[in-house]
C-alpha cells in the first residue's frame, strides 16, 4: 500500500502546490504579483528535488512497479521523463514570473496541473489511464492557450487547439476502444501485447484501422505531419511561455505514450507491412514539410513551430528504428530539446515585453542592444540545427547512428539532409540578431533575475548535454533497454 | 441476441456523423456538439465491446463513464472559450476566426 502512494508523490506534491497557488494567487496586487510565479517556481524545484532524491532512495527501483491495478508503472522510463517534465515547468515557470499578463494563481495552477498530466502520460500502462492523463494535460492547455483575453490572438488560438484536439483525441479514443474490443478486454497495455500478438494477424484490417486511428491521435499531440496543421496558428496566438512548454513538454510527453505503447506491441509487432510504415511516411513528411514551411516564415513563434514540426520528424526516426537505441535517443533528443526550445522562447519573451510583437525583425539589433541574450539565442539556434558545442549536435547525432544501427540508412540520410535545409532559416535569424541595426541599440532589453536563472539553466543544459552528453546518454540508455521491451 | 457488429455499425455511423459535423459545421457551438456525438460513438463502442467480450471485468464501464466525464469537462471549458471570443467579436461562426494564418 505505501509502495502505491510513494509512487505518486511527486504527482501528489504538484496537485498540493496547485490548489495553494489557485487559492492564494486569485487576484494578487502590488508586491504579491511576482510572488505567485516565484512561489510555483521554488515548488516545482522542490519537487524535481524529491524526485530526484526518492530515486536515489530506491523510488522508482530496478524492478518496474505495477501500481493501482496495473494503471500506472513507476520504473526508470518514467524518472527520466518526470525529470524533463518539472525541468520544463520549473523554467517556464521562472520565465513568466514578470510577463505582466499571466501573473495570475490560474495560470500557474494549470501550468502545474498540465505538468501532473504530462507526469502520468510518462508513467501510464493502461489506456483508459493513457487517455485520462491526456486529457488532463489537453484541457488545461487549451485554457492556457486561450489565457490572454485581452489579446485578439490567444482566444483564437485557445479555440483551435480546442476544436483539433478535442477530435483528435475523439479519433484516438475511437482507436483505443477497438484495441479494447479486439484483444477481449484487455486495457493494461503488455496485456494488450500479449492478446494482440498471439490471437489475431498483426495485419488484420480492423487492427490496422485502429492503429491508425491512434497514431492520429499522438501524431497530433506531437504535431508530427499530416496531422500538424493547428500547431503554427496556437504557437503563433498563445502566449509565449505556453508556447514555451507547449511545443517542448506537450511534445515529450506524447513521445512518451507513444515509446509505451508501440514497444510494448500493444497494436501488433511492428512489420513493413503495417503502421510501422506509417511512422516511416509520417517521419520523412514531418521533417520535409516542417523544414520547407519554416523557410518562409517571418514571424519568430511560427518559425519556430514548423522547426518543431520537422524536431517531431526527427525524433519519429529514433522511434521507427525500434530498437532500445532508438527509444533512448529520441528520449535524449527530446530532454535536449526542452533546454534548448524554452531558451530560444525565453528570450523571445523578454524581447517581446519591449516591443510588444514577435516578429523576427524585432530582433533586429539584439547584438548590441543586449549581448548576454543574443548569446542565449545564439546557442539555442545553434543546438536546434544540431551544430556543435551545442546539446543539439549530438541529439541528431545519436538518432541517426540509432537508425543506421538498425539497418535504415536511408532514414538517416534524408534526416541529415534535412538538417542542412534546416541550417537556413536558423542561420537567418542569426543574421537579424547580428548584422542587422535598429534604431533602439542604445536601450538594453531589462533581465529580471528569474528569467536570468531560467536562461542560465537552459545554457547549462545546451552547454553540459552538448559537451558531456555521455551521462544522460547512458541514463536514457540503460531506462530504455531496461524498462521497454 | 442482437449480433456485436450492429452495434458497432451503429457507433461508427455515429462517429462518421461527428466528424462531418467537425469539419463541415462553421459553428463553433455546432462543432463541440459534433465533438460530444464523436465521443458517444466511443461509449457505445466500449459499452458493447465490454457486454460481448467481458462482462465479468468492469473496464469497459468504468472507462465509459470516464469518458463522459471527461467529454463534460471539454465541453465546459470549450463552452468557455466560445464566450471569450465571443465577448472580443460578437460571431461564433469558425470562418471568422482568421487572424491566424500562413
Known amino acids: ?11 501528489i506534491m504538484l496537485i498540493v502546490l496547485a490548489a495553494i497557488v489557485l487559492v492564494y494567487g486569485r487576484h494578487p496586487e502590488g ?4 510572488a505567485v510565479g516565484l512561489f510555483t517556481s521554488w515548488g516545482i524545484l522542490v519537487v524535481l528535488l524529491v524526485t530526484i532524491g526518492m530515486s536515489f532512495a530506491g523510488v522508482p527501483g530496478n524492478v518496474p512497479e505495477d501500481l493501482w491495478g496495473g494503471m500506472f508503472r513507476n520504473d526508470g522510463v518514467t524518472l527520466v521523463f518526470r525529470v524533463m517534465f518539472l525541468s520544463a515547468a520549473l523554467i517556464t515557470s521562472l520565465i513568466t514570473v514578470d510577463v505582466k499578463r499571466l501573473q495570475h494563481g490560474e495560470y500557474f495552477a494549470l501550468v502545474l496541473l498540465a505538468t501532473v498530466g504530462f507526469n502520468l502520460m510518462a508513467a501510464a500502462s ?8 491526456l486529457e488532463t494535460a489537453s484541457i488545461s492547455f487549451y485554457i492556457l492557450a486561450g489565457f490572454a483575453t485581452d489579446h485578439r490572438r490567444s482566444p483564437e488560438a485557445g479555440m483551435k487547439y480546442f476544436v483539433y484536439g478535442a477530435f483528435a483525441s475523439g479519433v484516438m479514443l475511437y482507436g483505443l476502444s477497438f484495441l479494447y474490443g479486439l484483444s477481449g478486454g484487455e486495457t493494461n497495455i503488455y496485456a494488450l501485447g500479449d492478446a494482440l500478438s498471439g490471437h489475431i494477424q498483426a495485419n488484420s484490417p480492423i487492427l490496422m484501422l485502429a492503429a491508425v486511428f491512434v497514431i492520429g491521435g499522438f501524431a497530433f499531440k506531437v504535431s508530427a505531419v499530416p496531422f500538424h496543421f493547428w500547431s503554427p496558428d496556437v504557437y503563433e496566438g498563445a502566449p509565449i511561455s505556453t508556447t514555451a512548454i507547449l511545443s517542448t513538454a506537450s511534445k515529450a510527453a506524447g513521445f512518451s505514450i507513444f515509446l509505451r505503447l508501440f514497444l510494448a506491441g500493444a497494436m501488433g509487432a511492428p512489420s513493413r507491412d503495417n503502421w510501422w510504415v506509417l511512422i516511416v511516411v509520417m517521419s520523412i513528411l514531418s521533417m520535409l514539410l516542417g523544414n520547407f514551411a519554416a523557410i518562409y516564415q517571418t514571424n519568430f513563434k511560427r518559425m519556430l513551430a514548423y522547426s518543431g514540426v520537422a524536431q517531431a520528424g526527427y525524433i519519429l526516426i529514433g522511434l521507427a528504428a525500434f530498437s532500445d537505441e532508438g527509444a533512448s535517443s529520441a528520449i535524449f533528443y527530446l530532454f535536449m530539446y526542452v533546454f534548448t526550445n524554452i531558451a530560444a ?3 523571445l519573451i523578454l524581447v517581446s515585453n519591449v516591443t510588444g510583437s514577435d516578429e523576427l525583425s524585432d530582433l533586429n539589433g539584439l547584438s548590441r542592444r543586449s549581448p548576454y541574450l543574443a548569446l542565449v539565442m545564439l ?9 556543435p558545442p551545442a546539446a543539439g549536435f549530438f541529439g541528431k547525432f545519436f538518432i541517426f547512428r540509432a537508425a543506421i544501427d538498425a539497418g535504415y540508412w536511408w532514414l538517416a540520410l534524408i534526416g541529415v539532409l534535412n538538417a542542412f535545409v534546416a541550417l537556413y532559416y536558423y542561420f537567418n535569424v542569426i543574421k537579424y540578431i547580428y548584422l542587422f541595426r535598429s534604431d533602439e541599440e542604445d536601450k538594453p532589453i531589462p533581465v529580471s533575475r528569474a528569467s536570468a536563472v531560467a536562461l542560465g539553466l537552459c545554457m547549462v543544459g545546451i552547454l553540459y548535454l552538448g559537451i558531456l552528453p555521455q551521462g544522460l546518454f547512458n541514463w536514457t540508455q540503460s531506462v530504455a533497454s531496461a524498462f521497454l521491451p | 441476441m442482437i449480433p456485436l457488429s450492429w452495434y458497432l455499425i451503429v457507433a461508427a455511423a455515429l462517429f462518421c456523423i461527428g466528424m462531418y459535423g467537425i469539419l463541415a459545421r462553421r459553428n463553433a457551438v455546432a462543432m463541440l456538439m459534433a465533438v460530444e456525438l464523436t465521443l458517444n460513438a466511443v461509449n457505445i463502442n466500449l459499452i458493447a465491446f465490454w457486454r460481448y467480450t467481458d462482462p465479468s471485468s468492469s473496464a469497459g464501464v468504468a472507462w465509459a463513464i470516464f469518458v463522459f466525464t471527461v467529454a463534460a469537462a471539454e ?5 468557455a472559450l466560445i464566450i471569450s471570443i465571443y465577448r472580443q467579436r460578437e460571431s461564433v461562426i469558425a470562418e471568422e476566426l482568421d487572424i491566424l494564418k500562413y
Open chain 1, 1 to 11: 500500500m505505501l509502495t502505491s502512494y510513494l509512487a505518486i508523490v511527486p504527482e
Open chain 1, 31 to 34: 508586491d504579491r504579483k511576482r
Open chain 1, 126 to 133: 493502461d489506456i483508459i489511464m493513457i487517455y485520462m492523463a
Open chain 1, 345 to 347: 522562447f525565453g528570450v
Open chain 1, 379 to 387: 546557442f539555442a539556434l545553434l543546438s536546434l540545427s544540431g551544430i
Open chain 2, 75 to 79: 465541453a465546459a471549458v470549450g463552452l
